[in-house]
């Protein structure tokens, strides 16, 4: 009897068990066709995947970030830096995506971001930082100078009122670089991943006159939308059109 009343509890727990493996995470459909060397495949199931509404900004730099070692493996090396320089946008502190990418600028021949230099590595310290985080710093600055000031009035000591100063002028800086970094965060992005330099045109077509030029993986403000295979945007102080072939756009 106790041998059947256990038979039956298993069975009625077996469902419940199928159900619990149903709901077990399934393999990342583009880690398996990376894995066999399917590019395609891989770069296909991560676009869908970064398509999908709701993703945190960390997931968002992982898919980039893949899609970067796609474009790289299919043989679009201007296109998997883009990738990175995306990647890099979305999350600051992925090093993977910074590595990547200084092997791509030499391979392009550019200057890679770390130079091995002190100011080199100062300058992608303080990139690493988003535009939230600038405004902590910025917080916790304005904080000290108060105490700074405080300190400094009954004293009236020079020194305090210096340091003070000082730190209310780092969170000018803290706020100017915050809204910089926010700037970049913006969504409508873009790349140049043309060969070489790309010439800018007045209008859109090939025999129109170069008014400017712009280098590879250089960062781009999208102006006008495509027209005939053109696309209108500005490039440091000069606007015109390129080739829309030329222009990598994540979003």
């Not at 781009?220 to 027209?227: A, K, S, T």
Request: aromatic share 8%; hydrophobic share 50%; glycine share 8%.
């Amino acid at each position: 009897m106790r041998a059947w009343l256990l038979l039956l509890c298993v069975l009625s727990l077996l469902p419940l068990a199928m159900a619990g493996a149903s709901q077990l995470p399934q393999p990342d459909a583009g880690v398996e066709a990376y894995r066999r060397g399917d590019w395609a495949a891989a770069r296909e199931a991560w676009s869908a995947e970064l398509a999908q509404p709701e993703l945190s900004l960390g997931a968002q730099a992982r898919l980039a970030y893949n899609l970067g070692n796609c474009a790289f493996r299919e043989g679009s090396t201007a296109r998997a830096g883009a990738w990175y320089e995306e990647a890099l946008v979305l999350d600051p502190s992925l090093g993977e995506a910074r590595t990547n990418l200084d092997h791509v600028r030499t391979l392009l021949g550019l200057q890679p971001l770390d130079r091995g230099d002190l100011s080199g590595t100062l300058a992608i310290a303080l990139d690493s930082l988003r535009a939230a985080q600038w405004r902590w710093v910025g917080l916790v600055l304005l904080l000290v100078g108060a105490v700074c000031w405080l300190q400094a009035s009954p004293s009236r000591s020079r020194w305090w009122r210096l340091a003070s100063l000082a730190c209310f002028v780092l969170v000018c800086a803290c706020l100017l670089a915050g809204w910089w970094r926010g700037r970049s965060e913006w969504p409508q992005r873009a790349w140049l991943v043309g060969t070489g330099r790309t010439e800018l045109r007045s209008e859109p077509r090939d025999a129109a006159t170069v008014i400017g030029d712009a280098a590879v993986l250089q960062r781009v403000d999208v102006v006008d939308e495509e027209l005939a295979g053109w696309i209108k945007l500005r490039a440091g102080p000069v606007t015109g059109w390129v080739p829309s072939d030329v222009v990598f756009r994540p979003r």
